[in-house]
C-alpha cells in the first residue's frame, strides 16, 4: 500500500494534548506506524554531560501514533483524507478528500 503520509507533509494534530497545533513531517517510522511532526509533542530529556555537549535538560520531540495526525488540506489547511488518482502520464499522485485538491507535486 502506498503511504498516505510522508516526510516534508503539513500534517495537523487531531487529538491528544497538542491538538490542533500543526507541523511539518519531519521522521516516518512505517513499521510502528509513527510519525516526528516538528515542534510538536515536546518532551524533555535529561542527559548527561558527554564530549561535544553539555548535558543537562534537552526538548525534544516524540513519536505520534499515524491514527493521531491527518495531513493539512493544501487549500485550507483544515485536516482532511488521502485519497489517490493516477495522472494521464500514469503517476499515482495523492489527493486530499476535503478539497480535491493534489498533495503530491
Given at each position: 500500500m502506498a503511504a498516505k503520509i510522508k516526510k516534508g507533509d503539513n500534517v495537523v494534530v487531531?487529538?491528544?494534548r497538542?491538538?490542533?497545533?500543526?507541523?511539518?513531517?519531519?521522521?516516518?517510522?512505517?513499521?510502528?506506524?509513527?510519525?516526528?511532526?516538528?515542534?510538536?509533542?515536546?518532551?524533555?530529556?535529561?542527559?548527561?554531560?558527554k564530549p561535544g555537549s553539555p548535558g543537562g535538560i534537552l526538548e525534544k520531540e516524540a513519536a505520534l501514533h499515524l491514527s493521531n495526525v491527518a495531513i493539512a488540506d493544501p487549500k485550507d489547511g483544515k485536516p482532511t483524507r488521502v485519497g489517490f488518482s493516477t495522472l494521464e502520464d500514469g503517476r499515482k499522485v495523492r489527493v486530499a478528500k476535503r478539497s480535491g485538491e493534489?498533495?503530491?507535486?
Open positions: 487531531l487529538t491528544g497538542d491538538k490542533g497545533k500543526a507541523g511539518t513531517v519531519t521522521r516516518v517510522l512505517p513499521k510502528e506506524d509513527r510519525v516526528y511532526v516538528q515542534g510538536v509533542n515536546l518532551v524533555k530529556r535529561h542527559t548527561a554531560p493534489q498533495i503530491d507535486r
